[in-house]
């Protein structure tokens, strides 16, 4: 069974860009309003909320099939591997996972 991802990398770098327009706008509406302290904490939790979920709708459903096939294939190669290759794999993440706490420490 062949899959083919739907990921766009055009799709997402356009959606990249606008949310950095979106961003940018945002920042710059508030100096030039000497906005509040709390307007600003509230527009900046607002944007880390997009930075995980995009504020459309039609993107937000383009990112969930991306996820969808993605989760098929880790799936695929979860149930394909051999038991040396999950191995290999626990024993390359742990790796990975070791590097990422030792770079957050310093």
């Avoid at 799709?11 to 600003?40: F, K, S």
Wanted: proline share 4%.
């Amino acid at each position: 069974m062949l899959l083919i991802s739907p990921f766009d990398p055009e799709r997402w770098l356009a959606e990249r860009r606008q949310r950095n327009v979106e961003l940018m706008q945002r920042l710059r509406a508030w100096q030039a309003d000497h906005a509040d302290a709390a307007t600003v904490q509230a527009g900046l939790r607002r944007s880390a909320v997009e930075l995980l979920q995009s504020p459309r709708a039609d993107y937000r459903a383009y990112a969930q099939r991306v996820r969808e096939a993605n989760c098929q294939l880790v799936a695929r190669l979860h149930n394909e591997a051999t038991p040396a290759q999950r191995q290999r794999a626990v024993e390359r993440l742990r790796g990975w996972e070791d590097d990422l706490r030792a770079l957050t420490a310093r």
